[in-house]
């Protein structure tokens, strides 16, 4: 790896009162060419800040003497611009609030993932060399600088294949069919294929197959003329008359009634309409896009809808994949929602913090970016700093997707919820939780770390350090539980 010298002339101080712990960031940020100096106690760190020059500064919350809040706000005395990476196994929301109040860059848990250290590592030295630009417009450069096709944002390779897709064949004729589930994004992939056509300057109109009731559907497509039915007090063009030499998109496609798929065919076969109270066609030109979270293959074995139809509206598919399938792209999808939603309730959030990257990374998003979108508005409203902390997405995800199972197992462990009111030791408590699943991962994968990992959803270099933490020895352990009551 080539070393840039501003990576060798940056000094970082590293402050834990683990010795494995300084000992890894060492050799570690040694080796991406920085200088490292290390204190396992926050009274050294501060006689450190007062005889030396750093450049950022990676501090533990939890030390022998002092906390290293101590050392952040001792670090920002002397150097109010020195970016400060706070660390921690255990820590409490108020502990990250005031963390990120004092001025603290990042907030990072361990076990840490080397490669998102590095880069966050990167980001702050970015910030500390801008020369006074806002970090908020650093990260907002860096998500410009992230492949955009109109309004879609990713550059994972399904993505990329996907924007190549649209230019092929965005200035044919040929009707596209755009499956996925809801929230992938499917108007906006019709809307790339309008605008990068050679119809961009004329109509794109859109209609939700599933949001109008059948008996005005007809009149929506099609339109009327004055007379044709009581109410209809003069004429009104259809959808597809009002997008003539633009494009009409079809939104939930697959909801479409069998009396309406058999009015569609004969448009997309002949691209006439035939108003309500018309005694004549009106020859239309436009492009038609549609779109389903259905599978119309098996609609159509299952008689729901029509064979002739759906080929005739599937000669492109263009498949957008949920988010769990594209997964690199959540940080730069959630900065740049942070960024519309802080402008419009004016908040200054400038970002999330590499826990929240982490737990957001972690969810399967059902409900696709979509949902994603939902989240960060409700975080945004919620944050009372300029980093998004996991709390404020705990309530949207990590409280609903693990709550029922923690209680399930502090339950099955007979931990009685009703001694909190005579007070408990919640670390104790959540220590031998962690010790109970991290035992029966390894008793389950026979002693084999990787097995377990992957049993516990956690990578390698996770399980190794909840080990050594726990003092486990994973075929010690194993050879000790006693096989689980339910086998």
Known sequence: MSRTRSRESAHILVVDDELSMCELLEILLSEEGYRVTSSRTGRKALALLKEDHFDCIICDIRLGDLTGIDVLKAAKETDDKVPVIMISAYTTTELAVEAMNCGAYDFVPKPFDNAELKQTIVRALQLRNAAGIPESALIGREVEQTLHFGKLIGNTPVMLKIYEMIRQVANTTTNILITGESGTGKELVARAIHEESGRRDHPFVTLNCC???????????????????????????????????????????????????????????????????????????????????????????????????????????????????????????????????????????????????????????????????????????????????????????????????????????????????????????????????????????????????????????????RIEKLGLSPRARMAEMEPPEDE
């Open 211 to 465: 949001g109008i009731p059948e008996t005005l559907l007809e009149s929506e497509l099609m339109g009327y003329r004055k007379g044709a039915f009581t109410g209809a007090l003069h004429d009104k063009k259809g959808l597809f008359e009002s997008a003539d030499k633009g494009t009409v998109f079809l939104d939930e496609i697959g909801d479409l009634s069998p009396a309406i798929q058999v009015k569609l065919l004969r448009l997309v076969q002949d691209k006439v309409v035939k108003p309500i109270g018309a005694t004549e066609d009106i020859k239309v030109d436009v492009r038609i896009v549609s779109a389903t979270n259905k599978n119309l293959e098996t609609e159509v074995i299952e008689g729901r809808f029509r064979e002739d139809l759906f080929y005739r509206l599937n000669v492109i598919e263009i498949r957008m994949p949920p988010l769990r399938e594209r997964k690199e792209d959540i940080r730069y999808l959630a900065q740049h929602f942070i960024e519309k939603y802080s402008r419009q309730m004016g908040k200054q959030i400038v970002k999330l913090s590499s826990y929240a990257v982490d737990l957001l990374n972690r969810y399967d998003f059902p409900g696709n970016v979509r949902e994603l979108e939902n989240l960060i508005e409700r975080s945004v409203a919620l944050s009372n700093t300029n980093i998004i902390l996991p709390d404020s997405l705990a309530i949207a995800t990590h409280k609903k997707l693990h709550r029922r199972r923690w209680i399930e197992g502090v339950k099955n462990r007979r931990f009685d919820l009703e001694d909190v009111k005579n007070g408990v030791n919640i670390d104790a408590i959540l220590e031998e939780i962690e010790r109970a699943y991290v035992e029966k991962a390894l008793f389950f994968a026979k002693g084999d770390r990787q097995k377990a990992a992957e049993l516990l959803g956690i990578n390698l270099r996770s399980i190794r350090y």
